[in-house]
């Protein structure tokens, strides 16, 4: 006589029984908590006065509202060099990351605000 097998259980049923029983978070768990993360950073901010949002810095620029922000700070920094500002120098007198100065600088170049004289060597237009 045959044995009968049981039911065969799917890959899918076998994860999500290992998730459910391990307590591991699924991508629906993760967006509902980044959902209520930025609703209470938005919370703190409306709840501070503007000065606070940003750091406390001032604007000093054309704008004269507001604070800085990054793009600004490295825009005003590419505008005091008048033969182009190299990379390391911007990152010295900004004092941020390379990864975030180059997605700042990207931007600004995007935007036609900068432009690249020569390699690492960036002017303002």
Known sequence: MVKKRGKQVSFDAMVKFFMIQYEIPTKRDVDRLMAKMERLEMLITASQ???????????SGAKGKGALTASDM?????????????FSDI????????????????RLNKLGKIKRKSRGVYIAV
């Not at 006065?49 to 604007?59: F, N, T, V």
């Not at 990152?91 to 990207?106: A, D, H, V």
Request: charged share 30%; net charge positive.
């Open 49 to 59: 006065g503007p000065s606070a949002r940003r750091g406390g810095r001032k604007s």
């Open 74 to 86: 490295v825009l005003l920094t590419i505008r005091r060099f008048k033969q182009g500002a190299s």
């Open 91 to 106: 990152q010295s007198k900004t004092g941020f990351g390379e990864k975030k100065l180059r997605n700042i600088i990207f």
